[in-house]
């Protein structure tokens, strides 16, 4: 997967792409990431990317050339995802990371806080997105989000293959306690059934620390998870009343 990222912030990228999973994917060949200075695009002596609104008020606003401009250089003849980073976009999720992972190419555009200029948006952006509910002062942290979230789900990108498919969010649960070494930490034990060398009582034991995980910190998600009869049983004996996604599907 190719991505190419645009900011006025080149700076901020290199510490969170250079290390981890984001360096391994880059350097296995299955992420080529590229980060484009914006000013690179622009035309007059001072390289201004802002200007202020029509209308007055506060703030400044992206000037739409060096971002079409820019945008239509690194796309080339091949149509890709156009993606701005702004408050305003779809909040991003587990399921949005997946769908983007089905692109051979992504384009970003980091936004500033105060705005883009409308036509951006109208003419050249195909998708928007936000990474939740508070306000950052501008995309480039949500791009390093997005990224990081997408990239570690290329097949091969991760050390431990099952670990994207068994990861908090990806089953619609929350993941369980982990414990390693050593088996005594100043007086606390790890679980007697994750040293049973029992494989099926591991497993059973770790779906309903999952179900009990989630039912005590976002019982929200237990609505449209997917269950079985046995996990519902299991809610159901903990205390849960609340919905699920099948409920009035019949078998
Ligand atoms: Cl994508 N941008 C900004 N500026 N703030 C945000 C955001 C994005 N997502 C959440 N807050």
């Known amino acids: 997967m190719r991505i190419d990222i645009l900011t006025i912030f080149p700076e901020m990228f290199p510490c969170v792409l250079d290390a981890s999973i984001l360096k391994r994917a880059q350097d296995k060949g299955l992420a080529d990431i590229r980060v484009w200075n914006l000013r690179d695009w622009t035309t007059d002596r001072h390289k201004t990317t802002d200007d202020a609104p029509y209308g007055g008020g506060g703030g400044m606003v992206m000037k739409p050339e060096p971002i079409f401009a820019a945008v239509e250089d690194i796309r080339g003849e091949e149509e890709v995802p156009v ?11 587990q ?28 003419h050249l952006v195909t998708d928007e997105i936000s990474i939740g509910d508070y306000v950052l002062s501008g995309g480039e942290l949500a791009a390093m989000v997005v990224v990081d979230a ?4 290329l097949p091969g990108a991760l050390g431990y293959e099952r670990a994207a498919a068994e ?23 790890v679980p007697e059934v994750l040293r049973s060398g029992h494989h099926a009582r591991v497993a059973e034991w770790r779906r309903r620390q999952a179900l009990k995980r989630t039912l005590e910190r ?19 004996e903990m205390g849960y009343h609340g919905p699920f996604a099948d409920d009035g599907v019949s078998q």
Do not use: N
């Open 83 to 93: 993606i701005l980073l702004t408050p305003q976009g779809r909040r991003f999720t």
């Open 95 to 122: 399921t949005v990371a997946e769908e983007l992972t089905q692109q051979a190419r992504l384009i970003f555009i980091c936004g500033r806080y105060e705005g883009v200029d409308e036509r951006v948006r109208e």
């Open 150 to 153: 997408v990239v570690r789900l």
């Open 167 to 189: 990861d908090s969010h990806a089953t619609g649960l929350l993941e369980g306690p982990h414990y390693t070494r050593p088996l005594l930490f100043r007086g606390w034990e």
């Open 218 to 236: 976002r019982p929200d998600l237990l609505a449209t998870a997917r269950l079985t009869e046995q996990d519902k049983r299991w809610l159901r």
